[in-house]
């Protein structure tokens, strides 16, 4: 896949720009842009795999994964327009998952009320649910009309929309309702927001960062099935602008294990269940994410189709082994460099020589 894009949404103060600046700040500077009122920010995934295979194999281009971080700014609801999520759907419709940031910090919120972070994570999700209702609705409404006039053909999306608005209309998710094969065909060009993936980011104090207080959010999380990841942004974009020596000190100081945007980042790959593969040589290292299951030829597709197209066969070892032994041909004397075929699922951290026929 391109650059992993997730996209940041939270009430107004919750500090969803202060989070996006703990992400994409460097020490160097911001690595940002401008769409519109909302700003980008494509960042390298941390990788020591892939930083030893460059040291091991000195190539002239070096290449991680990139993730890109979107500050979502939601315009207020409009009369006659719905919700503000409605508003932007076809743009937020681009986001491989949500951040949901949430304010665990200060003692007022944008209403001027405690925050309640379980509250506001609540009415973000549904919000999300209440957009993809109305474009349900305004197809259903549709498929009745052309039925009226005689135009058969959309039974089976009729009714596949119908369970759809039965599960929002309960403030549910989609993503938690089971879809066969065909419902999702049938559904897939709605790009519907709530069926996409979650993380919610507790953004707290600098004196709670052990997440003190937050059990309200968890168990809220818990119940929608989403994970929380806490951080105190203002802190984290303070040290992200750090060079590596002094970032690590300042990070052992507070007894924070890792910055905000490599944990951020672990969290956005297990939600959405993806993996590296590695391509090595002396022209070029590189990390390629897929999907955890992803067969062979479609990996071998994600650095040309025509390698999907003519794949032949995949030449995979471990990275650990290669890292360890240092060369393909050691690889190959201690059997632990494989000759694998269009059935082999690819694991994380395998370095792939594919084989194919232009």
């Known amino acids: 896949m391109p650059s992993l894009s997730l996209f940041l949404v939270g009430a107004p103060r919750a500090g969803k720009t202060a989070v996006f600046d703990a992400l994409t700040n460097t020490p160097q500077g911001p690595h940002c842009a401008a769409k519109g009122a909302h700003r980008l920010g494509t960042v390298k ?16 281009k070096f290449t991680p ?17 719905g919700n503000s999520f409605s508003q932007l759907q076809a743009f937020l419709a681009d986001a491989d998952a949500f951040a949901a940031v949430v304010q665990a910090f200060g003692e007022m919120d944008y209403a001027g009320q405690p925050p309640e972070p379980a509250r506001q994570l609540e009415s973000l999700l ?5 957009a993809d209702l109305e474009k349900v609705e305004k197809r259903i409404a549709k498929i009745d009309q052309d039925a009226q006039r005689g135009l058969k053909g959309n039974e089976l999306e009729r009714a596949v ?6 599960q929002l209309e309960a403030g549910q998710a989609l993503r938690d309702l089971g ?27 600098e004196q709670h960062l052990d997440g003190a207080g937050l059990d309200p959010l968890r168990a809220a999380a818990g119940a929608h099935h989403l994970e929380v990841l806490t951080f105190c942004a203002p802190l984290e974009a303070e040290i992200a ?4 020596a002094a970032q690590a000190e300042f990070l052992r100081d507070y ?7 490599t944990r951020l980042i672990r969290g956005a790959y297990h939600l959405l269940d993806l993996v590296s593969f590695f391509t090595v040589g002396p022209d070029e290292v590189r990390a390629w994410t897929i999907r955890r299951g992803t067969f062979a030829p479609q990996a071998a597709g994600k650095v040309h189709t025509d390698m999907e197209r003519g794949f032949i066969r995949a030449e995979v070892v471990p990275c650990a082994d ?5 060369t393909h041909a050691a690889c190959r004397e201690q059997h632990k460099l494989r000759l694998e075929g269009k059935t082999y699922v690819v694991q994380d951290g395998d370095v792939i020589d594919f084989r194919f026929s232009a």
């Open 65 to 81: 994964a990139e993730v890109t971080f979107v500050d979502v700014a939601l315009p207020p609801p409009a009369a006659g327009q």
């Open 161 to 166: 929309l119908d369970r759809c608005r039965q």
């Open 241 to 244: 602008t750090l060079d590596a």
């Open 179 to 205: 879809f066969t094969a065909e419902e999702e065909k049938r559904i897939s060009s709605f790009r519907f927001l709530s069926q996409k993936r979650v993380l919610v980011v507790a953004n707290v104090a």
């Open 322 to 326: 290669l890292l360890q032994l240092k």
């Open 126 to 130: 549904l919000e999300l649910a209440v």
């Open 45 to 60: 995934v941390p990788d020591a795999r892939l930083e030893a295979l460059r040291d091991l194999h000195q190539p002239k």
């Open 255 to 261: 007894g924070i294990t890792e910055p905000a945007r």
